[in-house]
């Protein structure tokens, strides 16, 4: 997996005041192997995740979450705080604490998909695959001024 694929996959919505984020479609949920809910348990409407936030009390609506969605979801989903400024929605990079994107986490992120699809991109010689390369690649960037 490569390029704007990997991109797809890593990036993940943080919940603000959940209008510009589509339930079902977008990745909002912070988990494991899909930022995505599972699909509904029963016949749903609901497409933004707005409408399950009650605005009042700045919290999840559980009865909304729990008629809706699969228990393992609604447990992740109660754990993403809700803002009380109603602050927008961003996207941001799942995979670093800070929701910055960097290529080192792209490319962890790269592997890790290819070993659970059962292929290879490893052109190291190394039998784990780990690439030494990578330490002399950012020492190069930093040093010419592009960060990290």
Known sequence: MFGLDLLKKGTIWRVGNGRKIKIWRHTWIPKPLTLKPARSIRPCRLKW????????????????????????DVEEILK???HKRGSEDLIAWHYEKSGVFSVRSAYRLGVSVTEVDGGSISSSSNPDGARPMWKDFCLE???RGFGH
Not at 60 to 67: F, G, T
């Open 141 to 143: 960037v930093d040093t």
């Open 80 to 82: 993403i705080p809700i």
């Open 49 to 72: 995740v707005h409408q399950l936030i009650d605005e009042e009390s700045h919290s999840w609506k559980e009865d909304v979450l729990q008629r809706f969605f699969y228990q393992f």
